[in-house]
C-alpha cells in the first residue's frame, strides 16, 4: 500500500468516506483539511470564527490558514503514512505543499481523482444534510472545485502522479477498486 497519497475529487464524491476505510486499514493518518477546519468550528477558535462564513458559503479558506494546518499536522507525524484528503485544493496549495514536504524529505507517492457525475453527487449531498450541503451552496462548491480545483488533474498528471478511480457505486465496490489501484 502506498505511504504518502492524496484524493481529489468533487464535493460528495466519497473522498472522506474512502480515505477513512484506507487509512483504518493500513494504518495511514487521515487528514481532511474539511474535517480539521470543522473541528476549529466546533471548538469556537479563532480559527473557526474565521473559517465558519466561508465554509457555509461553499468558498474556500485562505490558503494561509489552511497551509499553517497541514504543516503542523504532518510534522507530528513522526513518519507514519498518511492521506491528505481535500488538501490541496488549488495550484498554489500544491505548490506550497512542495517545499514543506522537501523540508521532511517526503515526497507524494500517488495522486487519486475520484470521478463521479454531478447528478449523482449532489443526490449523495443532499440526502447527508451538512451545514453546507443545500443546494445553492452545493452549486457554488461545484463551481470552485472546476475553477479552482480541478486545474490540479493536469498538474498531477504532468508530474506522472494522478490515477483516476470510477466513484460510482457501493462503498465497499469503491473499496475494493481503490485496494487494486493502490496495492
Ligand atoms: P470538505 O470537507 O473537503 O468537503 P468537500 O470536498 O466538499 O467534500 P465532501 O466532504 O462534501 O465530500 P467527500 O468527497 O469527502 O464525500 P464523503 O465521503 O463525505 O471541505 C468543506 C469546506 O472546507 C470547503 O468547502 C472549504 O470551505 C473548506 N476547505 C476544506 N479543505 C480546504 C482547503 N484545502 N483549502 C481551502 N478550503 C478548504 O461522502 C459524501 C456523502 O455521500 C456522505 O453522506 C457519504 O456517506 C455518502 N457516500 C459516500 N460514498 C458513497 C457511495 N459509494 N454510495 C452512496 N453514498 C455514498
Redesign the pocket.
Known amino acids: 500500500m502506498k505511504q504518502r497519497l492524496l484524493?481529489i475529487?468533487?464535493?460528495?464524491?466519497?473522498?472522506?468516506?474512502?480515505?477513512?476505510r484506507l487509512c483504518d486499514t493500513h494504518g495511514l493518518r487521515h487528514l481532511?483539511?474539511?474535517?480539521?477546519?470543522?473541528s476549529e468550528v466546533s471548538a469556537g477558535s479563532a480559527l473557526g470564527k474565521e473559517?465558519e462564513a466561508?465554509?457555509n458559503?461553499?468558498?474556500?479558506?485562505?490558503?494561509d490558514?489552511?497551509l499553517a494546518i497541514?504543516r503542523s499536522q504532518l510534522t507530528a507525524l513522526n513518519g507514519q503514512g498518511w492521506l491528505l484528503?481535500?488538501?490541496?485544493?488549488?495550484v498554489a496549495?500544491a505548490q506550497a505543499l512542495e517545499p514543506l514536504l522537501g523540508e521532511l524529505q517526503q515526497s507524494i507517492e500517488i495522486v487519486v481523482l475520484?470521478e463521479l457525475s454531478d447528478e449523482?453527487?449532489v443526490e449523495?449531498?443532499l440526502?447527508?444534510g451538512?451545514a453546507?450541503?443545500n443546494e445553492s451552496v452545493i452549486r457554488n462548491?461545484l463551481e470552485?472545485?472546476r475553477k479552482q480545483t480541478a486545474p490540479l488533474i493536469d498538474y498531477y498528471k504532468s508530474k506522472e502522479l494522478l490515477v483516476s478511480v470510477d466513484?460510482?457505486?457501493?462503498?465497499d465496490?469503491?473499496t475494493t477498486r481503490l485496494e487494486e489501484r493502490l496495492a
Not at 57 to 63: A, N, P, W
Not at 85 to 90: S, T, V
Open positions: 484524493f475529487g468533487p464535493p460528495g464524491a466519497g473522498k472522506g468516506t474512502q480515505a477513512s481532511s483539511t474539511g474535517d480539521l477546519l470543522r473559517a466561508v465554509m458559503r461553499g468558498e474556500l479558506v485562505s490558503d490558514l489552511v497541514v484528503d481535500g488538501f490541496p485544493r488549488n496549495q475520484l449523482v453527487l449523495r449531498l440526502a447527508r451538512r453546507d450541503d462548491r470552485i472545485y466513484a460510482q457505486g457501493s462503498v465496490a469503491i
